[in-house]
């Protein structure tokens, strides 16, 4: 990685390469100050989407259908962190890819599949609120851990087989990327067509988004509607039943999805609509801003259960605290009420 001599002279990624990309100058300073930002932005959102891994497979309490979709969006933001956050910054301070065609193309495919995995597990858990506001006394019948670990394991083989086919079939892996798109040597590129631009617009991000936002609709719709009647018979000094007891609880979780549903749809919304524009049309400054926002994003899930839920915040404590490794403590109860 080559660093500003003199600046007068331009700097080439690869020196020895004819064809290498020019590198951008940047004092040692702002090297610095890059490199420190973005580290502790790839370790806060590893670190935070790990304590939810953890909290979620150390306490038993914690094991329903729910909390494994919860578990599944924490895995794809938490490698978001580990793998995607630091290759891009290094990307981005750089300015050059030095890690190889091969890499790039296999990164390409991860940076896709982490992203719509997201959106995908956003609709699994929407549809899981969904049942549960909606059929409150059916949803342990309908929903099980079984079916719940089925669609986790469907949704990541198909998000992973849809963006190998994605980046194999614009070509990437056939032939020679630099000759082909006529890139620079130094450059981790994907040119996709117009036509799969549409597609992957269509099927990684407005299908999803529609969906989730149709469902919500509809949840608070009807959770409105019933916490009226709820209202209603506390003003008459009537006794709230198990039943209303439940929904309450199923509202408030469903609140809670559905403020992560919402700023997660708002960072990746400006991206996708923009993404039909083409590279050639979207200033870089504002492409790679767009991207950053997602990836940003994954670090934000955790500050939202920390805020709204109890057990996430009880959890927090015995991991801290490493009372975790006391014995039997996958047994405590932490959960304040039957669906924190």
């Known amino acids: ?13 690869f020196p020895a390469i004819n064809s290498s990309c020019i590198k ?28 939810v891994i953890i909290s979620i497979s150390h306490f038993k309490k914690l094991h329903t259908p ?51 995995i997201s959106l995908s597990n956003l609709v699994l858990i929407a549809l899981d ?63 996709i067509s117009f036509g799969w631009r549409v597609t992957d617009l269509f099927v990684t991000f407005l299908f999803p988004g529609i969906t989730i ?6 949840i608070f719709f009807v959770a409105q509607r019933q916490v009226k009647v709820i209202n209603s018979l506390v003003k008459r000094g009537k006794h709230l039943t198990e039943g209303s007891v439940r929904r309450k609880s199923e509202h408030k979780a469903a609140f809670t999805l559905g403020i992560v549903v919402g700023i997660h749809l708002l960072c990746y919304l400006p991206f996708f609509i923009f993404s039909l524009t083409g590279n050639t049309v979207i200033p870089l400054a504002t ?29 927090l404590k015995h991991i801290v605290t490493l009372k975790i490794f006391h014995q039997a403590s996958n047994l405590v109860d932490i959960v304040t009420d039957h669906h924190s």
């Open 1 to 13: 990685m080559a660093y500003e001599t003199e600046d007068h002279e331009t700097q080439y990624c």
């Open 24 to 51: 951008t100058k940047r004092s040692t300073r702002e090297y610095n100050i890059m490199y420190v930002f973005f580290s502790l932005l790839s370790v806060w959102t590893v670190f935070l989407n790990l304590l």
């Open 66 to 116: 729910t909390n494994m979709l919860i578990l599944s969006l924490a895995v794809s933001d938490m490698l978001v962190g580990l793998i995607v956050i630091p290759v891009e910054a290094i990307k981005l301070i750089e300015t050059c890819w030095y890690f190889g065609e091969i890499f790039c193309g296999f990164f390409i495919i991860s940076l896709g599949l982490f992203l719509s």
């Open 129 to 191: 609120r969904f049942i549960a506001v909606i059929h409150p006394l059916l949803y342990t019948q309908k929903i099980t851990m079984t079916k719940s670990l089925v669609a986790i394991f469907l949704n990541w083989f198909c998000a992973s087989a849809y963006n190998t086919s994605l980046v194999v079939g614009n070509g990437y892996f056939v032939a020679d990327v630099s000759h082909r798109f006529g890139l620079c040597y130094g450059e981790c590129t994907f040119i």
């Open 213 to 218: 936002i149709t469902l919500y609709l509809r």
């Open 287 to 315: 492409a790679s801003f767009l991207s950053w926002t997602m990836y940003v994003n994954s670090g934000v899930n955790p500050l939202i259960y920390a805020f709204f839920y109890p057990w996430f915040r009880k959890a």
